[in-house]
Nanobody, 119 residues
Framework: QVQLVETGGGLVQAGGSLRLSCAASEGTFGSYAMGWFRQAPGKEREFVAA????????SYADSVKGRFTISRDNAKNTVYVQMNSLKPEDTAVYYC????????????WGQGTQVTVSS
């Protein structure tokens, strides 16, 4: 079973940047596609970004396209999301997740990290 731990959340002003990291316990991290999701208070969890096993394919929610960049370092068992030009509506708990293949359902989830963007 893959254990995922997100770090890097915090409080930032609108227009600022944050980079979230998600470290996996599993030595076969490279065999999983990875994704980032978020959940704002009172809202359903929503997809943010995904990356294929080797990093060749990525996808983004329209709301973050052009501002967020997902990447991964399989040697470090870590996936990242660089978030630029942050907006108050980006405030949410951010989760990373692992799937057995790109586009498949996500089987493993982290505990989440809070991102708060002040106006």
């Amino acid at each position: 079973q893959v254990q995922l731990v997100e770090t890097g959340g915090g409080l930032v002003q609108a227009g600022g940047s944050l980079r979230l990291s998600c470290a996996a316990s599993e030595g076969t991290f490279g065999s999983y596609a990875m994704g980032w999701f978020r959940q704002a208070p009172g809202k359903e969890r929503e997809f943010v970004a995904a990356i294929s096993r080797a990093g060749a394919r990525t996808s983004y929610a329209d709301s973050v396209k052009g501002r967020f960049t997902i990447s991964r370092d399989n040697a470090k068992n870590t996936v990242y999301v660089q978030m630029n030009s942050l907006k108050p509506e980006d405030t949410a708990v951010y989760y990373c997740a692992a799937a057995k293949s790109y586009g498949a359902n996500y089987d493993y989830w982290g505990q989440g990290t809070q991102v708060t963007v002040s106006s």
